[in-house]
């Protein structure tokens, strides 16, 4: 019966140890292939089948993806990017979806861009506190929810979803956390260390 057990707990820690590479790679495999094959779909409209291949991909959606950084500098280029994207957000499903992929990308993007900039813990009344970050720290547009507040976003573990909470801002204290260590300790319901992988 020890066997077992001892074969059991082997078993689970070889699983824990393996199931996060395997998952990350399947997904990161899968996003590439993904790509890989629309590119080609795309670049043989302009060259030949026989003249294509993933390593010409690659380079051209690496080119685009920097000449569009580029561009995103210039003013009309931003202009025409904020009308097409106003034009997006008014259809009814897909600026849902869109939303949600652009606050996700916001997230994990350009630092400048990220929604989240500062790690807050906030105290509530009946004493326990709970991690969270830090989202406006004035209401200057919305008068009627007063002065010395802030708003902070509280997320839930194990998925994408939280909710946002206006707080005094006594009740607000900043800590010296990363971004994406914080998300970590919050998505994984505090069981992820500081420092650590995964």
């Known amino acids: 019966m020890a066997d077992v057990k001892t074969l059991g707990k082997l078993f689970l820690r070889g699983l824990a ?30 060259i030949r089948e026989e003249n294509y291949s993933p390593v ?5 959606a690496i080119a685009a993806i920097l000449l569009v950084g580029l561009l995103m500098y210039s003013f009309v280029v931003r202009t025409v990017y904020a009308r097409l994207t106003a034009l997006v957000a008014k259809i009814p499903v897909v600026k849902s979806v869109y939303g949600m992929i652009v606050d996700v990308v ?7 861009e990220r929604p989240f900039k500062q790690v807050v813990i906030v105290r509530h009344e009946e004493g326990f506190e709970q991690i969270g970050f830090l989202t406006r720290e004035e209401f200057a547009d919305l008068p009627e929810v007063g002065s010395g ?29 990363s971004v994406e260590e914080a998300l ?3 998505v994984t319901a505090g069981v992820a260390r500081k420092g650590a992988a995964g």
């Open 17 to 46: 140890a393996i199931l996060p590479l395997a998952l990350t790679g399947y997904l990161v495999w899968a996003a590439v292939v993904g790509c890989e094959q629309l590119l080609k779909k795309l670049l043989t409209l302009f």
């Open 56 to 60: 010409l991909g690659f380079t051209v």
């Open 106 to 112: 916001r997230l994990f993007g350009d630092q400048e």
């Open 149 to 177: 507040k802030v708003a902070v976003y509280l997320p839930m573990s194990y998925q994408l979803g939280g909710f946002t909470m206006i707080v005094p801002q006594e009740k607000v204290r900043r800590v010296d956390m």
């Open 184 to 186: 970590r300790f919050c």
